[in-house]
C-alpha cells in the first residue's frame, strides 16, 4: 500500500474543522493534524485548503447485480459512487434472484470482492418464510436484515403479520425497513387508475403512496420493536408526521429505533413533478415542501440519524413508461454530498453535520469497524472537496450505467476531487486508480 500525505486541508471531523495534514500508511489513517511534512510518502496531495471529510457511509444503495444489469452493475454504481466521495456502502436483496438465503448472500460478496472500488456490505432479504436464515445471519459480517412492508422494486413483500412478528422476535441483527401500508396504497391506486387507467399524471404518485401509508407503517414497526426490543432502522423518511415517531433525547448510541433521511427527499417536492415527472418517481414518494422542511429540521434536532441515497437507477427506457409501469428510484450516489454540499451554501445545514449524518453516525448506528471517522488507526477512508469550483450535471458526466440523473441540468458549486477508499487513492481529479478493490465491511456488535 502506498503512503500517503494530505497537506494543508481543513479536516472536517468530530464537530470541529482544523487546518493540518493527514497521513495515511499501510491503509489505515497513521496522523491526523498538524504538520506531518516529516513522514515520507510515495503520493502527497497539496490541498491547499481543500475540505477532507471521512469518506460518506451510504446505508441503502441499488446496484442490480445480479440479474438486472441491464440498469446497473456493482462495478458502474461502485464508481460513480467513489466520484461521488461514497467510500462504503450497503447494498439491497432486491435483485435477480433476490438475496434471501445466506448462499445467495455470499455469492454477492464474491462479486463485490472482484470489481467493487468502494467498501460493501449486503443485506439479507427477509420474506414471509425465511425466519430460520435470518436466524443463522452472522452479525459480524452482515450489515442487516432488510424487510419491505410496502411492495416495491422487486416485490419481496412481507404482508403476513405472523411472519413480521417472528422477524422482530428473532432477527439477530438490525432490520432495516421499507415502511408504507400497501393496502392503503393499492386502495388509492385503483381510484386513480378509474379516471386516468395507466396514464395517470405523475404528480399524484404522493396521493397514491401518501402521509398516512407511510406513518401507518413506520408506527407499526416502531411499536413492534418497542414490544421485542428489536433493533429498528427505517429507511427513507419521508413525511414530516413520521419524524415525532422517533427520538432526539438518547445518544445515538442508546438508540434501538433510528431513522434515516434521502437526499432526494431533501431536495426535492411536490411541484417538482411537473418538470422531472417519472425521474423522480421514488418509492415512498416526494411530497410536499412542508415535509422536506419537517425532514431537515428532524435531521438537524436529531430525531432522524443519517443520510443516505437510495440509490436505485433504471433505464430511460423504463422510466419512459406510463406512470403505472415506470419503475420507482433513480441513480444518485455520484450527486449526494454536491446536494449536501449545496444545502451548505445555502445555510440550511453545516460541513459538520453533513459528516455526522454521512459517516460518523453511520458508523455508530451500524457498529462499523474502525471506519466513518478520520481518526489514527481507522481505515482510511477520506474525501477532498473543493468548495468553490462550480461545474453542471450533464449526460457526459454522469457514471452510473443508466446514463441519466434527476440532477442533470443542476450546476453544483462544490466539487470533490480526490477520494481515498481503504488507504488506496481510487479516485483523482477525474482518474481512477482501479489497481485496488474495496474491502468487506465488519462489524463490532453488542445486539
Known sequence: MK?????????????????????IKEGLIFAVGGDLSGHEADIEINAGGKYLLPGLIDDQVHFREPGLTHKAEIYTESKAAVAGGITSYMEMPNTDPQTTDLELLENKYDLAAGKSLANYSFYLGATN??????????PETVCGVKVFQGSSTGNMLVDNPESLEKIFRYCPILIATHSENDDIIKANLEKYKKEYGDN?????????????A???????????ARMYGSKLH????????EVRLFDHRLPLEEKRITAEACVHHLWF??????????????????KTAKDREGILKGLLDGHIDVIATDHAPHTLEEKSHPYTSAPSGGPLVQHCLPALLEMYHENKISLEEIVQKTSHNVSVLFEIEKRGYLRPGYKADMVLVDLNDPWEVKKENILSKCGWSPFEGQTFRSKITHTIVSGHLAYDNGTFNESKQGERLKFSRNI
Open 129 to 138: 418464510d425465511n425466519i430460520e436464515t435470518i436466524k443463522q445471519v452472522n
Open 234 to 241: 427505517v429507511l427513507h423518511i419521508s413525511t414530516a408526521k
Open 200 to 212: 395517470i399524471p405523475t404528480r399524484f404518485h404522493p396521493k397514491i403512496r401518501t402521509e398516512a
Open 3 to 23: 503512503r500517503i500525505l494530505i497537506r494543508d486541508a481543513n479536516i472536517v471531523n468530530e464537530g470541529k474543522i482544523m487546518r493540518g495534514d493527514t497521513y
Open 214 to 224: 407511510c406513518f401507518d407503517a413506520s408506527k407499526t414497526v416502531v411499536d413492534m
Open 269 to 286: 417536492a411536490e411541484e417538482d413533478y411537473e418538470e422531472k415527472g417519472n425521474f423522480i418517481k421514488w418509492n415512498p414518494a416526494i
